[in-house]
């Protein structure tokens, strides 16, 4: 009982914390914050009541009665600040917000604002009041690639800024027109999405980019790392997880799927490595898995072979390159002791308990004086949002009890050799810390969005159909409305200036969009030649089956029909073709 108190107050303080930097990245003023109407001035899981339903863990632990009074969240925020404000605490965020509430004007008669779509609102405020003080104030931006969310930045702010004069830059001297036909696809499926469609405020301005840089440019869907001692390669991950996967592997300690169950009749589970998500970050892949490391001499951890690759880790600073992997290291270290311990005992045929141990509290701050299971820990991290230890759990529940072993590979292989950038054969960068940047051959990873299309929900928006004269739902790309997914996506593939080679998936899905548009042929060639109707209800499934489209299984006559009027006619008349499939436009070879 004791120990859920204790975890009950740390979540109610995780809570206040959230909402004290909810106002700091704001451009409300404190009036606006501490007045009960403002919408929004709650953090939102705080006030959806899981927490504080009545009868749940915090009326348990002495919140008692606090669903109905969720607002003394930001009304306590609202004297935390006026407390910290009073003592002078400095912060990044807090002096950003003083600065805001003060309106400070920024020395000089000119400001460039770079990068703006990742700004907070309370900084987006405060650099476009500057114009009071007679500054000409320019905003340079791409609502298509804000990618800082998780730190208060919308790309719905730019919209709303109310510009004299708003110019667009959609030339592109970095690749040449097919790297653009695939960032225009992405863009494409951004837009067939509910980040635009159904939109109250539009969070961008739908656009398509031209690529005026290398002719000869060209897409694939093979991987390209492998070839690296032909030409230098990037591989850019959304997690640094997956890049030290790809290192480990290309080092020669690779993982083999294997079938959980050998009577189960199907065929190896490929080796895509899951991506780490949000609601289930250290999931692990669908069958067990063991590694393979016959090709690696331990003798190469004091020098480097010509069969192996040189790495260079891009990034500076303590939160990427050389800086983010030297605090991870330490801490899967320390945490794969709490994994292999809390891996239960098997005593006399029988499993015992999962073993708890008290982490270092000068380490982990959040679990001071705390004796926890990986169970445990893991809970902790997901109620608490301490995404700074999702790279390590994503990275022992991959490698298992084999982790130290690709630590130790990727430490002596990869961190401790330290090859400049002009040196190395391979280059690993994370989404974000490859922003701004560019390079000749990019390998874009598996562990970003999965683009698909799913059966029509009540969210989506009404049309209506001129083929059936019917209203009905329009189809949409599968997103989140309010996530960055596909603008990360997008930056990925567009730091390529020769060859972009992209997750496997993406070719399967326009190969899909081909067999579609062939199959609307055939079936409108048999219908017109027997002088049939189409059926409401009638199904595709054998001779008129759609074989191999993958995002909606046997759909309906009238289903497919949505799939090709809403996503694969638009898409083929924007690319403007007629009489040929899309693969050959999209992919080389």
């Given at each position: 009982?004791?120990?859920?108190?204790?975890?009950?107050?740390?979540?109610v303080?995780?809570?206040?914390?959230?909402?004290?930097?909810l106002f700091?990245?704001s451009?409300?003023?404190?009036?606006k914050?501490?007045?009960?109407?403002?919408?929004g001035?709650?953090?939102?899981?705080?006030?959806?009541k899981?927490?504080?339903?009545?009868g749940?863990i915090?009326?348990?632990?002495?919140?008692?009665?606090?669903?109905?009074?969720t607002?003394?969240?930001a009304?306590?925020?609202?004297?935390l600040?006026?407390?910290l404000?009073?003592k002078?605490i400095?912060?990044?965020?807090?002096?950003?917000?003083?600065?805001q509430?003060?309106?400070?004007?920024?020395?000089?008669?000119?400001?460039?604002?770079?990068?703006?779509?990742?700004?907070?609102?309370?900084?987006?405020?405060?650099?476009?009041?500057?114009?009071e003080?007679g500054s000409?104030?320019?905003f340079?931006g791409d609502?298509?690639?804000?990618?800082?969310s998780?730190?208060?930045a919308?790309?719905?702010?730019?919209?709303?800024?109310?510009?004299?004069?708003s110019?667009?830059?959609?030339?592109?001297?970095r690749?040449?027109?097919?790297i653009a036909?695939?960032?225009?696809?992405?863009?494409?499926?951004?837009?067939?999405?509910?980040?635009?469609?159904g939109?109250?405020t539009?969070i961008?301005d739908?656009?398509r980019?031209?690529?005026?840089?290398?002719?000869?440019?060209m897409?694939?869907?093979?991987?390209?790392?492998q070839?690296?001692?032909?030409?230098?390669?990037?591989?850019?991950?959304?997690?640094n997880t997956?890049?030290?996967?790809?290192?480990?592997?290309?080092?020669?300690?690779?993982?083999i799927?294997?079938q959980?169950?050998?009577?189960?009749?199907?065929?190896?589970?490929d080796?895509?490595?899951?991506?780490?998500?949000?609601?289930?970050y250290?999931?692990?892949?669908?069958?067990?898995?063991?590694?393979?490391?016959h090709?690696?001499?331990?003798?190469l951890?004091?020098?480097?072979?010509?069969h192996?690759?040189?790495?260079h880790?891009?990034?500076?600073?303590r939160?990427?390159?050389h800086?983010k992997?030297?605090?991870?290291l330490?801490?899967?270290?320390?945490?794969y002791?709490?994994?292999?311990?809390?891996?239960?005992e098997?005593?006399?045929?029988?499993?015992g308990?999962?073993?708890?141990i008290?982490?270092?509290?000068?380490i982990?701050?959040?679990?001071?004086?705390?004796?926890?299971?990986?169970?445990m820990?893991?809970?902790?991290v997901?109620?608490?949002?301490?995404?700074?230890?999702?790279?390590?759990i994503?990275?022992i529940e991959?490698f298992?009890?084999?982790?130290?072993?690709?630590?130790?590979?990727?430490?002596?292989?990869?961190?401790?050799?330290?090859y400049?950038?002009?040196e190395?054969?391979?280059?690993?960068?994370?989404?974000?810390t490859a922003?701004?940047?560019?390079?000749d051959?990019?390998?874009?990873?598996?562990d970003?969005?999965e683009?698909?299309?799913?059966?029509?929900?009540?969210r989506?928006s009404d049309?209506?159909?001129?083929?059936t004269r019917?209203s009905?739902?329009?189809?949409?790309?599968t997103t989140?409305?309010?996530?960055?997914?596909v603008?990360?996506l997008?930056?990925?593939?567009?730091?390529s200036?020769?060859?972009?080679?992209?997750?496997?998936?993406?070719?399967?899905?326009i190969?899909d969009?081909?067999?579609?548009w062939?199959?609307?042929?055939?079936f409108?060639?048999?219908?017109?030649?027997?002088n049939?109707?189409?059926?409401?209800?009638?199904?595709?499934?054998g001779?008129d089956?759609?074989?191999g489209?993958s995002?909606i299984?046997?759909p309906?006559v009238e289903?497919?029909?949505?799939?090709?009027?809403?996503?694969?006619h638009?898409l083929?008349?924007?690319?403007g073709?007629?009489?040929?499939?899309?693969i050959?436009?999209?992919?080389?070879?």
């Open positions: 009982v004791a120990k859920m108190k204790k975890n009950a107050k740390t979540q303080c995780f809570f206040l914390m959230k909402n004290l930097s700091a990245r451009d409300w003023s404190l009036k914050f501490r007045d009960p109407q403002t919408f001035r709650i953090y939102f899981p705080a006030s959806s899981k927490f504080h339903k009545p749940g915090g009326d348990k632990c002495g919140f008692v009665g606090y669903h109905t009074r607002d003394w969240y009304n306590t925020a609202a004297a600040w006026q407390m404000d009073d002078q400095r912060t990044f965020d807090l002096e950003m917000k003083r600065a509430l003060l309106g400070l004007q920024v020395p000089g008669t000119c400001i460039l604002v770079d990068e703006s779509q990742d700004c907070d609102a309370c900084q987006i405020s405060w650099l476009a009041m500057q114009t003080f000409q104030v320019y340079v609502s298509a690639q804000t990618i800082y998780f730190r208060g919308k790309s719905s702010l730019l919209m709303k800024l109310n510009a004299s004069r110019c667009t830059l959609t030339k592109s001297w690749f040449g027109p097919a036909r695939m960032a225009n696809f992405v863009l494409f499926a951004k837009e067939k999405s509910p980040q635009t469609i939109k109250i539009p961008w739908p656009y980019v031209e690529g005026n840089g290398n002719p000869d440019d897409v694939t869907a093979r991987p390209i790392a070839n690296w001692n032909h030409q230098k390669v990037t591989i850019i991950a959304r997690s997956t890049l030290l996967l790809e290192a480990v592997k290309l080092l020669g300690f690779s993982r799927v294997e959980s169950s050998q009577e189960s009749g199907e065929g190896t589970e080796s895509n490595y899951d991506t780490l998500k949000r609601e289930n250290c999931s692990l892949i669908y069958s067990e898995v063991r590694y393979s490391d090709h690696y001499d331990k003798n951890s004091h020098h480097h072979s010509d192996f690759p040189k790495f880790i891009n990034g500076k600073g939160n990427s390159g800086g992997w030297n605090s991870v330490k801490e899967i270290e320390l945490l002791e709490l994994y292999e311990l809390s891996q239960p098997e005593s006399d045929g029988e499993t308990p999962a073993r708890a008290r982490l270092d509290p000068k982990f701050r959040e679990f001071d004086g705390e004796t926890v299971t990986w169970d820990f893991q809970q902790r997901r109620n608490l949002e301490l995404n700074h230890y999702l790279a390590t994503g990275l991959n298992g009890r084999d982790t130290m072993r690709a630590m130790e590979l990727f430490k002596s292989m990869v961190l401790d050799q330290k400049k950038a002009e190395a054969d391979i280059i690993l960068t994370t989404a974000h922003k701004g940047q560019e390079w051959n990019v390998q874009v990873c598996d970003f969005i683009l698909k299309i799913n059966p029509p929900d009540k989506c049309i209506h159909c001129q083929r019917k009905r739902k329009l189809l949409q790309f989140k409305s309010y996530e960055d997914d603008n990360l997008y930056v990925a593939c567009t730091r200036k020769n060859v972009l080679s992209v997750p496997p998936y993406l070719k399967s899905l190969t969009f081909d067999k579609m062939r199959w609307t042929i055939q409108e060639e048999r219908v017109q030649m027997d049939k109707v189409v059926r409401k209800g009638g199904s595709t499934d001779q089956g759609i074989p489209f995002e299984s046997n309906d289903t497919a029909y949505q799939i090709h009027d809403d996503i694969v638009a083929r008349r924007e690319m073709v007629e009489k040929t499939a899309l050959p436009i999209f992919f080389h070879g």
